[in-house]
């Protein structure tokens, strides 16, 4: 069989896609190391999922980080999303410009004014240009993004990372510290319907839910619910969690097919 010319031929067309589909399978690919690494190799739930955003979005797409927090996830996003393209003309007058849109919301001020600080500090002015922040409820969403736009739309539920949890006198809390403000399972609900509106074909909707605080598993069950509802025909949905670890996150991920 390896000497059969007809077979060579038919394996060496498979292996020699078009300049075009190998470019877009090039920038679809997870960069080292990829998915399946970082799933196997026991790394914070974080970093797979900022892995698993890799392999969907492409650049000049528009992504939503729903809750925003301190920023990491925005400008994870940013990164992957806001790319340098020289516009049209000659050599002279070519200039660089940023394809792209990032949405970073959170409900709280502190929050926006911190994610704000982390991406002026990452980004450059062009691609600040393309990021809008946006102090609201994430079920507000769809005011912000169009339907069937978003590449990929993230949330990281629960409280804001660094918040004041154990407020008293005789620790004063710093003067960026805030009260405890946790994500609700209505509201969460209301901006998971609002985010598969806005997802296209082919994006996702990446959730991390947590269970160890108050309230927190009924809104992971909420999660859940809403996932195991989205049609079957145009969304595929999975879990990935540490099963010998119950209090550890969960990682819900959502994508639209068609």
Request: with cysteine; charged share 15%.
């Amino acid at each position: 069989m390896a000497g059969d010319p007809q077979r060579r031929a038919t394996s060496s067309c498979r292996e020699a896609p078009s300049a075009a589909a190998a470019a877009a399978a090039s920038a679809a690919q997870p960069s080292d190391p990829d998915l399946a690494q970082s799933l196997l190799s026991g790394r914070k739930l974080t970093a797979v999922a900022h892995q698993l955003w890799s392999s969907v979005v492409r650049r000049g797409d528009t992504v939503v980080d729903a809750t925003c927090g301190n920023g990491h996830d925005a400008l994870a996003m940013a990164a992957l999303a806001l790319s340098l393209a020289p516009t049209a003309g000659d050599a002279e007058s070519a200039r660089e410009e940023v394809r792209g849109r990032v949405v970073a919301m959170d409900i709280q001020e502190e929050a926006v004014r911190r994610t704000n600080q982390r991406l002026a500090a990452g980004l450059s002015e062009q691609q600040m240009a393309r990021v809008h922040t946006i102090c609201g409820c994430h079920s507000t969403l769809l005011q912000h993004v169009a339907p069937d736009s978003a590449r990929l739309v993230a949330f990281n539920l629960g409280y804001l990372p660094h918040a004041d949890r154990h407020p008293s006198v005789a620790t004063p809390s710093p003067p960026t510290a805030l009260p405890v403000l946790t994500t609700q399972p209505s509201s969460t609900v209301a901006a998971l319907a609002a985010a598969v509106t806005a997802t296209a074909v082919g994006g996702v909707i990446s959730v991390m839910a947590y269970v160890g605080h108050t309230g927190g598993r009924e809104e992971y069950d909420a999660v859940l619910n809403v996932a195991a509802s989205l049609p079957t025909d145009s969304w595929v949905c999975w879990e990935h969690r540490s099963i010998n670890r119950p209090l550890s996150p969960r990682l819900v991920v959502m994508r639209r097919t068609q």
